[in-house]
């Protein structure tokens, strides 16, 4: 069964990302605040990123590493900006040596 990773931009400005089996259904939760506690918060959300896999626990497993991205790598992706994303992963520390 497919499956998609999703991020949305809340109207506080702040990104959501969540997974799912059927996106359109997934963004038309959100969008009534019957998704999560936090994109009910911050009505309306706008889809901004998304990639499909071939199976739900694909996508679950590429949600929970995205979660865990700063803002910054977040946009990069978002922006398709993949050169980036090495650099971003970087420890700070690692940076200054």
Known sequence: MKGYMY?????NGSYYTGST?????RINQHQLGE???HTKKYLP???IYFEEFNRIDEAFY???QVQN???????ALINGELNKLITLS???KDLNT
């Open 21 to 25: 089996i059927d996106l359109e259904r």
């Open 45 to 47: 959300v706008r889809l």
């Open 90 to 92: 970087m420890a700070y």
């Open 69 to 75: 991205w700063s803002r910054k790598k977040k946009e």
């Open 62 to 64: 590429r949600e929970k």
């Open 7 to 11: 991020i949305l931009e809340c109207s």
């Open 35 to 37: 998704g999560s506690n």
